[in-house]
């Protein structure tokens, strides 16, 4: 099954779109014409094998990440343990990529993912950063995300 690439790029921003509204009350806007360093911390990654094979990687910033998982848990980041900020973020990411798999291949395909990890260092990341890259504006702060998708 092949898409083409505006089907891939729509899926993708509805399912970081969606994710966002729903889980952190968060809106959020594609930036397609702004590129540029954003200095993030860490990367949120995922591989998935089914319906389809790719990885998808999350770049964000702190105040991005503080602002997402404040709104999740109704409270503030300093109260919060390093285990919840980041499971709070890696689930995130596991909804987000089932809702892009939705988004792109259907429902009625059973959908299977690795468990979402965190990356220190771009170093780490194994295969190809990803084929697609996304930039995107949460009420003021940038993060990218970057996608392979294997045909």
Not at 42 to 65: A, N, Q, V, W
Not at 66 to 85: A, T
Request: proline share 4%.
């Amino acid at each position: 099954m092949s898409f083409d690439q505006q089907k891939i790029i729509r899926a993708f921003n509805d399912a970081v779109i969606e994710t966002f509204a729903e889980m952190a009350f968060i809106d959020v806007v594609p930036e397609p014409h702004r590129e540029g360093k954003i200095s993030y911390t860490g990367i949120m990654g995922l591989e998935f094998s089914r319906p389809g094979r790719g990885h998808i990687l999350f770049y964000m910033t702190k105040d991005c990440k503080k602002e997402l998982v404040e709104n999740i848990y109704g409270e503030e980041w300093i109260r919060l343990s390093d285990m919840e900020i980041d499971d709070c973020l890696l689930e995130i990411l596991n909804v987000l990529a089932g809702d892009f798999l939705k988004n792109l291949f259907g429902e009625k395909d059973k959908v299977v993912m690795s468990f979402p990890r965190l990356y220190f260092d771009e170093e780490n990341i194994p295969g190809n950063p990803g084929q697609f890259r996304f930039v995107y504006n949460a009420e003021g702060a940038l993060f990218f995300a970057r996608l392979s998708l294997e045909n």
